[in-house]
């Protein structure tokens, strides 16, 4: 394990990102440490470090995504937006990280960089990037959309407000990639039933998130637990169940029902 820390080269290699950063100039990032309250500024400084640190595995996982795509010789505008998603990703990271200094800086954090992305096990090259694909683009980005939303309404700043605006604008097409990617690609029945238990899986893996990264007040972007409602649950089914469906892919009752009780659980 290694400390999580991010560095920036600068010059032409920081301006190549400017292309992304544009809008992001009248955020007033003093602005946050007038408008923090003092009893939430902990809770959320571990909170925007862990999010650099998810924004920048999420980028992993792109990278991952468009060299399966690659190998699995899906079109090539869907590879392309796979790899600037990885820019996205490192925009968002920083955009995170900037939240978190200036609420007084990050919090340590141990990470493993060799594990970024846990690796496919499908067989071939086609089962093995539509599995990251559902992973990463149908069920993670799909949800961490009502999650952010979330934050945004209880967030109290309008600086982080303005920050999670910025980022919800590119997650949208993120999720949608899986979607394109899985109406291209011919799987057979087998394929889609392996699908089904990734996509259960990992469904399953958000009430974990639940249990360890909720706080007890809601605010500059701390995960509310108390007024938690039932947006996320309707995701999982619109967003992510539902579709996924429709596509020959169906999630185990059984995966849905852990994370029902879950955010039930957070929600008393
Ligand atoms: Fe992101
Ligand atoms: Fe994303």
Same mark, same amino acid.
């Given at each position: 394990?290694?400390?999580?820390?991010?560095?920036?080269?600068?010059?032409?290699?920081?301006?190549?990102?400017?292309?992304?950063?544009?809008?992001?100039?009248?955020?007033?990032?003093?602005?946050?440490?007038?408008?923090?309250?003092?009893?939430?500024?902990?809770?959320?400084?571990?909170?925007?470090?862990?999010? +650099?640190?998810?924004?920048?595995?999420?980028?992993?996982?792109?990278?991952?995504?468009?060299?399966?795509?690659?190998?699995?010789?899906?079109?090539?505008?869907?590879?392309?937006?796979?790899?600037?998603?990885?820019?996205?990703?490192?925009?968002?990271?920083?955009?995170?990280?900037?939240? +978190?200094?200036?609420?007084?800086?990050?919090?340590?954090?141990?990470?493993?960089?060799?594990?970024?992305?846990?690796?496919?096990?499908?067989?071939?090259?086609?089962?093995?990037?539509?599995?990251?694909?559902?992973?990463?683009?149908?069920?993670?980005?799909?949800?961490?959309?009502?999650?952010?939303?979330?934050?945004?309404? +209880?967030?109290?700043?309008?600086?982080?407000?303005?920050?999670?605006?910025?980022?919800?604008?590119?997650?949208?097409?993120?999720?949608?990639?899986?979607?394109?990617?899985?109406?291209?690609?011919?799987?057979?029945?087998?394929?889609?039933?392996?699908?089904?238990?990734?996509?259960?899986?990992?469904?399953?893996?958000?009430?974990?998130?639940?249990?360890?990264?909720?706080?007890?007040?809601?605010?500059?972007?701390?995960?509310?637990? +108390?007024?938690?409602?039932?947006?996320?649950?309707?995701?999982?089914?619109?967003?992510?169940?539902?579709?996924?469906?429709?596509?020959?892919?169906?999630?185990?009752?059984?995966?849905?029902?852990?994370?029902?009780?879950a955010v039930a659980t957070t929600a008393e």
């Open positions: 394990m290694t400390e999580f820390a991010l560095e920036a080269m600068g010059g032409l290699w920081s301006k190549r990102l400017d292309k992304r950063r544009a809008g992001t100039e009248d955020i007033h990032w003093d602005e946050i440490a007038r408008e923090a309250t003092p009893d939430l500024v902990v809770a959320a400084r571990e909170v925007w470090t862990r999010s +650099a640190f998810s924004e920048y595995a999420s980028g992993a996982a792109f990278a991952q995504i468009a060299t399966h795509m690659l190998a699995a010789r899906a079109p090539i505008d869907l590879i392309a937006a796979a790899g600037d998603f990885v820019g996205d990703e490192m925009f968002h990271a920083e955009l995170a990280s900037r939240v +978190a200094m200036s609420l007084g800086g990050a919090l340590s954090l141990e990470v493993n960089f060799e594990k970024l992305v846990r690796p496919p096990e499908g067989e071939g090259a086609l089962l093995r990037a539509a599995e990251l694909v559902v992973r990463s683009c149908c069920v993670g980005e799909s949800l961490t959309v009502p999650i952010l939303k979330q934050s945004r309404r +209880a967030a109290g700043s309008r600086t982080i407000e303005a920050v999670i605006s910025r980022i919800l604008r590119d997650e949208a097409q993120h999720s949608e990639l899986g979607w394109w990617f899985l109406d291209w690609a011919a799987l057979t029945d087998t394929d889609r039933a392996h699908l089904a238990t990734v996509a259960g899986t990992t469904i399953r893996s958000f009430s974990v998130l639940f249990g360890r990264e909720c706080a007890a007040n809601e605010g500059l972007g701390t995960l509310p637990c +108390a007024s938690f409602d039932g947006t996320f649950l309707d995701a999982v089914s619109h967003d992510v169940v539902e579709p996924l469906a429709k596509r020959g892919i169906v999630v185990a009752e059984a995966d849905i029902e852990d994370l029902r009780s």
